[in-house]
C-alpha cells in the first residue's frame, strides 16, 4: 500500500532525480502514468495545487500521483496549503516530493515523515558509498564479477551518480544477464570519476606516492579543485596530526574534543601522528609551507607540478617503516 506522501532528500541532483524516477515508478506500479500522474513541479504554486488536487476525489482515474520536484525552492508560507493537507491525507493520493532548490522547513520534514516517507537518497561515503555501490550492482540486470565491481567503484570514485547510466549502457550493449569481467566494462567506463580529499591523504597516510598523485589528479580534473585549495586540505591534514603531537589525549574522543571534529577522522590523525613522531610531523609541515608559497607565485613551475612533487614527497615521509618504493627495475 502506497504512503500518502513520499520525500526524497539527498545533496546530488542526479541522485536525488534518479530516486525520485524509481519511486514515481514504484507507486504508480501497472497503472498507465498519463491518467493518473501530475506533474506540478514547473508551478509557481505548486504546494498549493498539489494540496488542492490531492484533497479532490478522481473520477477519471483510479488514483491520483502528484509530483513536485525541488522543493526547497518554496518558502514556509507557501508550503503550508501543503502542510495543512498532510494532516488528514485523502485515501488515493500520493505526493511525490523531491529534494533542491534550497533547503525545506524542517517542521515540513517532519510532517512528511509522520505522513509518509522519507527516501534517502544522499550520496553515501567512505564504506558505505562502497556498500551502495556493490547493492545497485548486486540488483543490475547484467551481472559483473568481484574484479570488475571492485574496477567501476574505484573508477568512479565520488561520482557514484554515473553508476546508472553505466549500467544502462552495460545492458544495452551485452543485454540483461550477461556476465562480465574487468575486460568488457573497461571501454565503457569513460573519465575517471573525482576523488575527494580523503581518498588523497589516506594514499599519503600508506606511504603509496603513485597513488597519492593518483588521487591528486582526480581531485583536481573531476572534482574541479583549485590548486590553493588543494593545498590547504593538505595543510589541514598535517597540522591536525602536529596538534596531536605530544597532546595529552587518551584516545579518540578527546582527540575529536581538541581538534573539533568527529571521532572517525580525530582516530585516524591521532594514529597517524603517533606513528609519525615529531620529527617526521615537522617535516611534512615545512613541505606543505614550501609548496604554499610556491603556488602562490614564487616558483615557476606549473601549479600542477608543484603539488605532484608534494605530494610524492609527503608519502615518502609518511611510508609506514619496512615499506620500500617500488624500484624503476620492479
Keep these: 500500500m502506497n504512503a500518502a506522501v513520499y520525500y526524497v532528500k539527498g545533496d546530488d541532483p542526479i541522485l536525488v532525480a534518479q530516486a525520485m524516477m524509481a519511486t514515481v515508478d514504484e507507486v504508480v506500479g501497472d497503472d498507465d502514468p498519463s491518467l493518473i500522474v501530475e506533474d506540478l513541479s514547473g508551478e509557481d504554486n505548486a504546494p498549493a495545487m498539489a494540496a488542492e488536487s490531492a484533497a479532490t476525489p478522481s473520477f477519471l482515474a483510479p488514483r491520483r500521483v502528484i509530483v513536485i520536484r525541488e522543493l526547497g525552492r518554496f518558502t514556509t508560507n507557501e508550503l503550508a496549503p501543503l502542510l495543512d493537507y498532510l494532516a488528514s491525507p485523502m ?49 543490475a540486470p547484467v551481472k559483473v564479477d568481484a574484479a570488475a565491481a571492485r574496477l567501476i567503484e574505484s573508477h568512479l570514485g565520488e561520482d557514484i551518480s554515473r553508476l546508472e547510466p553505466l549500467v544502462t549502457i552495460l545492458t544495452a550493449a551485452f543485454g540483461p544477464g550477461a556476465k562480465l569481467g574487468p ?15 580523503w581518498d588523497l ?42 596538534r596531536l603531537d605530544g597532546a595529552n589525549v587518551a584516545g579518540e574522543a578527546e582527540a575529536a574534543a581538541l581538534l573539533g571534529i568527529a571521532a572517525y577522522p580525530a ?50 615521509v609518511g611510508r609506514p617503516s619496512g615499506r620500500r618504493a617500488p624500484s624503476r627495475a620492479s
Design 267 to 316: 582516530k585516524k590523525a591521532l594514529s597517524q601522528s603517533r606513528r609519525l613522531g615529531t620529527e617526521a610531523l615537522l617535516r611534512m609541515l615545512s613541505l606543505v609551507s614550501d609548496a604554499d608559497v610556491d603556488l602562490r607565485g614564487r616558483s615557476a613551475w606549473p601549479p600542477e607540478l608543484i603539488l605532484e612533487v608534494l605530494v610524492a614527497r609527503l608519502a615518502r
Design 91 to 139: 485515501d488515493g493520493s500520493t505526493i511525490i516530493l523531491g529534494a533542491g532548490g534550497g533547503t525545506v522547513p524542517a517542521p515540513f520534514v517532519k510532517a512528511v515523515q509522520k505522513a509518509g516517507a522519507v527516501v534517502d537518497a544522499a550520496t553515501p561515503r567512505g564504506k558505505a558509498r562502497s556498500s551502495w555501490v556493490m547493492d545497485k550492482l548486486h540488483d
Design 183 to 197: 575486460a568488457q566494462i573497461e571501454p565503457y567506463l569513460g573519465e575517471a570519476g573525482s576523488s575527494a580529499p
Design 201 to 242: 591523504t589516506d594514499a599519503i597516510d600508506k606511504g603509496d606516492a603513485a597513488a597519492a598523485i593518483e588521487q591528486l589528479h582526480r581531485l583536481m580534473s573531476g572534482a574541479s579543485r583549485h590548486p590553493l585549495g588543494v593545498i590547504s586540505s593538505l595543510h589541514t591534514y598535517v597540522s591536525r596530526m602536529a
